[in-house]
């Protein structure tokens, strides 16, 4: 199973939980489980069309990846908000 | 008589008054009204000003005048080459150079534009420009942006930029070839396992110490620092801040241990710690901070001040400091931070700040 590590405001989301165990083969997938466990997290990192946000940036095992990324089963993803994101 | 000029959201306003007197600033000008102004400043050595305009719907320019309140006209040369991928969309910074007639401009996507006819023509730097690394430099919030421009006096061969978010870039040969500065900057906006090696650097603003200008400091996203071997390392120096987000820098001529920030709750909340407009000023090179708060709203002061909107006066005790926020407001300091007054009130939100 990966890891998924999350950071406020998304740790919030997901109950406070900072660690997630969640089995899937893509990041697309990964993050889909993640939203149907934490259906708060709904919308805030996947858009509207299954994409990760733009200004989201995910990490897997230390490379930005998106949606249609692989996932290896004992991978760490790191799902955070880009600085590009956000207001001035 | 002080002479501000205020870029904000809806146009330059050109504010005149007394330093630490009872009575506001007056508006003596506004140009550029329904326009974003980014940036304005006066070149000390021609006595013109330059004003970053950008229009919502003509693209961004930058116009001069010697007359702040009278007629601007437009520079020409400010773009990318025909065939680019990129176009111009702001202007973030205009910085007199260390040669006659000298004087550079930091844009977004990030580049450097030089003139060297004082500002009237530009051209862009292509040895930046065409760096292989160019076409996966991330943006910050603000856009990809080359903000600061750091000089070294009497030597127009050595050069720091900073760019959000594509790190330091350093020259010694007046721009001819570049190469990155970021050695000890620690993103943490990134996983640790990725950060080794990567240039999606966020500095927000930085500065170099005219008296010993092998040293600079920086404002990080997430971070103050300071370089004592002209911008190659860079050590933290922000214990003893309230926060150490913020985007604008100012320091004190005169004494190469100053240095002044504005502290911010964080990246998440980009406002003033604790709803208290405090600058905090070091006079040790970083290993202290002191809160120069007083005048200043202390109370539901929820603030937040741009990178570019603060600036300094003259130098020593008696140093002006000046800075507004995108509330409207703008604040000013007589002696070097220890007391402030209220320039002005209500103004459009405020992009830039800086003393004519």
């Not at chain 2, 856009?143 to 030597?155: F, K, M, V, Y």
């Not at chain 2, 809160?291 to 140093?319: H, N």
């Amino acid at each position: 199973m990966a890891t998924v590590k999350l950071r406020a405001p998304l740790k919030d989301l997901a109950g406070g939980n900072r660690e997630i165990e969640i089995d899937g083969s893509s990041v697309g997938q990964v993050l889909r489980e993640l939203e149907h466990r934490h259906p708060k997290i709904s919308g805030w990192v996947l858009d509207e069309h299954g994409r990760v946000r733009r200004h989201v940036n995910v990490f897997v095992d230390g490379e930005r990846v998106r949606e249609d990324a692989p996932v290896a089963p004992d991978a760490t993803m790191h799902v955070l908000p880009s600085i590009s994101g956000g207001s001035r | 008589m002080t002479e501000l000029l205020v870029g904000t959201k809806k146009g330059l306003f050109v504010l005149r008054g007394d330093a630490g007197a009872e009575k506001p600033f007056d508006v003596a000008a506004r140009a550029f009204p329904g326009n974003v102004v980014e940036f304005a400043i006066r070149d000390p050595r021609s006595g013109r000003y330059f004003a970053s305009v950008t229009s919502g719907h003509f693209g961004a320019r930058v116009m001069h005048t010697m007359d702040p309140t009278g007629e601007w006209e437009p520079t020409t040369g400010l773009g990318y080459p025909e065939g680019s991928d990129w176009s111009l969309e702001r202007i973030w910074s205009i910085k007199p150079g260390e040669a006659d007639g000298l004087i550079y401009a930091g844009v977004a996507p990030a580049g450097l534009f030089t003139s060297t006819d004082g500002g009237l023509t530009w051209e862009l730097n292509r040895a930046l420009y065409d760096q292989p690394t160019r076409s996966s430099w991330e943006p910050g919030a603000g856009g990809l942006c080359l903000h600061s421009i750091a000089t070294w006096p009497g030597d127009p061969s050595r050069l720091a930029i900073g760019i959000s978010a594509v790190g330091v870039w350093l020259s010694e040969d007046g721009g001819e070839s570049w190469r990155h500065g970021n050695q000890g900057l620690v993103p943490r906006y990134i996983p640790e396992d990725a950060r080794e090696g990567t240039i999606d650097l966020c500095v927000h603003n930085m500065h170099r110490a005219p008296l010993r200008p092998e040293r600079l400091f920086m404002q990080f996203h997430g971070g103050v620092y300071r370089s004592d071997d002209a911008g190659e390392s860079w050590i933290s120096i922000a214990e003893g801040l309230p926060a150490d987000f913020g985007f604008p820098m100012a320091i004190d001529p005169a004494d190469p241990d100053s240095a002044f920030v504005i502290p911010m709750i964080s990246d998440g909340d980009r406002v003033t710690v604790d709803g208290r407009a405090r600058v905090y000023g070091t006079r040790d090179a970083g290993e202290s901070w002191t809160s120069l708060s007083d005048g200043l709203p202390q109370e539901d002061a929820y603030l937040t001040i741009l990178r570019q909107a603060f600036s300094v006066d003259g130098e020593g005790p008696g140093m002006g400091l000046y800075f507004g926020a995108t509330s409207g407001d703008v604040f000013g300091s007589a002696d070097a931070g220890a007391s402030w007054f209220t320039a002005h009130e209500r103004l459009a939100p405020v992009n830039s700040v800086r003393v004519a």
